[in-house]
């Protein structure tokens, strides 16, 4: 996307972005130099999503692929406007309207000259972004000039297990959510005129830390903002995370400035109180009573594991 298209649109994911954050979203528009590269960990997450996706490609015949190796974006909207004449089911369309811009996971071609989009994900539970995402798509599209039927998500199924090839059918599950969807895409229109707004401003907005932070998904910016904290700030608290925010809030940074009168469960009070001596904390009872229990000869194991939609499910 070149950087005059990009700054005349906002994506799904930018739109996913400012509902999330504003201050997000300014820097993508802005001060793009800010938001850091994935890391390996997030690449890793992005390359599953891409490796999902064409396993449920498997699930529709005769497609046709939008745009593959083409980064102009108005060449993409002139090769998808083209191919919905074709009535297949079309991978990676985009269309746009009113400011909005969207690549559908799929397209699918039903009765009545009308579409279901399918969007793929490699999660087995339905998530409140995901209706989002969709909803955002649906807007879009309708307003485009497409009919849209049926929205559906494509999950996996958490009950497949692999023997052999994977079968697209049996490793995927459709979820209708047309109505939620529906119920959604009443507040794309007046969040999409707030975010533009949000981007033209001359400044950053200036945002507290708070829940947004890491949901639906850890910001790019999460570090930076919190960088500020030192090590012995309220957020570090033993599932304390709401707790330090409403502290945070009240103008309390470090656990040493803790009101003596503030409700902390005995977990919470030992973090504050090593934070005003500024010595560690041994229950030497406690350690006592749990080596008493240790019968010799004592065997430790200790293993790491990971999941991820496809590899995981191999026998």
């Known amino acids: 996307m070149t950087t005059e298209a990009a700054t005349r649109y906002i994506s799904k994911s930018k739109f996913l972005?400012?509902?999330?954050?504003?201050?997000?979203?300014?820097?993508?528009?802005?001060?793009?130099h800010l938001i850091p590269e994935p890391n390996a960990q997030t690449q890793a997450?992005?390359?599953?999503?891409?490796?999902?996706?064409?396993?449920?490609?498997?699930?529709?015949t005769?497609?046709?692929e939008i745009g593959q190796g083409v980064d102009d974006l108005e060449k993409v909207l002139r090769l998808s406007q083209d191919a919905v004449k074709q009535r297949r089911p079309m991978f990676e369309a985009a269309f746009s309207y009113q400011g909005g811009f969207a690549k559908a996971d799929i397209l699918d071609p039903v009765e009545g000259n009308a579409w279901d989009i399918v969007e793929v994900k490699s999660s087995t539970s339905l998530k409140n972004v995901y209706i989002l995402d969709l909803a955002f798509q649906a807007f879009v599209y309708a307003g485009a000039g497409l009919s849209i039927r049926r929205c559906?998500?494509?999950?996996?199924?958490?009950d497949f297990i692999r023997?052999?090839?994977?079968?697209?059918?049996?490793?995927?599950?459709?979820?209708?959510?047309?109505?939620?969807?529906?119920?959604?895409?009443?507040?794309?229109?007046?969040?999409?005129?707030?975010?533009?707004?949000?981007?033209?401003?001359?400044?950053?907005?200036?945002?507290?830390?708070?829940?947004?932070?890491?949901?639906?998904?850890?910001?790019?910016?999460?570090?930076q903002c919190?960088?500020?904290?030192?090590?012995?700030?309220?957020?570090?608290?033993?599932?304390?995370?709401k707790k330090g925010f409403k502290l945070l809030a009240d103008g309390i940074v470090s656990t040493k400035n803790i009101p003596d009168d503030?409700?902390?469960?005995?977990?919470?009070?030992?973090?504050?109180?090593v934070a005003i001596t500024g010595q560690p904390h041994v229950s030497k009872a406690v350690i006592s009573?749990?080596?008493?229990?240790?019968?010799?000869?004592?065997?430790?194991?200790?293993?790491?594991?990971?999941?991820?939609?496809?590899?995981?499910t191999r026998s």
């Not at 972005?17 to 793009?32: D, E, S, V």
């Open 226 to 241: 919190w960088s500020f904290l030192l090590p012995d700030n309220v957020m570090t608290f033993y599932r304390g995370t």
């Open 45 to 60: 997450v992005f390359d599953q999503g891409h490796e999902v996706g064409n396993l449920a490609k498997k699930l529709f």
């Open 152 to 158: 559906f998500l494509l999950l996996i199924n958490p």
């Open 289 to 312: 009573t749990f080596l008493g229990k240790l019968k010799y000869p004592v065997s430790y194991l200790d293993f790491e594991t990971f999941a991820t939609a496809v590899l995981a």
């Open 17 to 32: 972005w400012g509902l999330q954050c504003p201050k997000l979203l300014w820097t993508a528009y802005n001060a793009k």
């Open 62 to 64: 005769n497609p046709i």
């Open 163 to 223: 023997h052999g090839e994977i079968d697209p059918a049996k490793f995927f599950v459709r979820y209708d959510v047309t109505a939620q969807v529906s119920e959604a895409s009443r507040q794309i229109e007046p969040r999409l005129g707030e975010m533009f707004s949000t981007i033209r401003l001359k400044d950053q907005p200036d945002v507290r830390i708070g829940p947004q932070c890491d949901d639906p998904y850890t910001c790019p910016l999460h570090d």
């Open 262 to 273: 503030c409700p902390l469960t005995e977990n919470q009070k030992i973090q504050r109180q």
